[in-house]
């Protein structure tokens, strides 16, 4: 297995370094980097209209998985910065990308998914 694909979550209350070694930050949890659809400029290209499709026509879900993040795991962080406060946000780990398991607990669109239970992905044999 490549070294970068990932089959562990980052532990809630650790303290990671940055890949450059700048700041640390605080995992507060694993989420999921979503887009909203909303804010695309009007008019929005879609296939299936092969044409510009008005905002208020637009069909789907409002908020969907962002695909520049899907394969790769993001977090809510507390950033630690030297000589300023910490900085709540949503960081996404791009170097890091998901092994088959991960990638499918994180982003599943089952609705066994959304169970109660299901607070971290199944181990694979």
Same mark, same amino acid.
């Given at each position: 297995m490549d070294e970068n694909n990932?089959?562990?979550?980052? &532990?809630h209350?650790?303290?990671?370094t940055s890949m450059g070694g700048q700041y640390s930050f605080?995992?507060?949890?694993? %989420? %999921?980097?979503?887009?909203d659809r909303d804010e695309l400029p009007w008019p929005c290209c879609?296939?299936?209209w092969k044409t510009? &499709?008005?905002s208020w026509r637009r069909i789907g879900s409002r908020?969907?998985?962002?695909?520049?993040?899907?394969? %790769?795991?993001s977090y809510s962080v507390e950033i630690f910065q030297p000589g300023s406060r910490p900085i709540e946000t949503v960081m996404t780990l791009f170097p890091n990308k998901f092994d088959s398991v991960m990638q499918e607990w994180w982003y599943s669109k089952h609705p066994r998914s959304r169970e109660a239970s299901n607070l971290y992905p199944c181990k694979s044999a």
């Open positions: 990932i089959n562990v979550l980052l &532990e209350g650790s303290i990671q605080r995992v507060v949890g694993p %989420c %999921c980097r979503l887009f879609r296939l299936s510009k &499709e008005p908020f969907v998985p962002d695909i520049a993040a899907r394969r %790769c795991p």
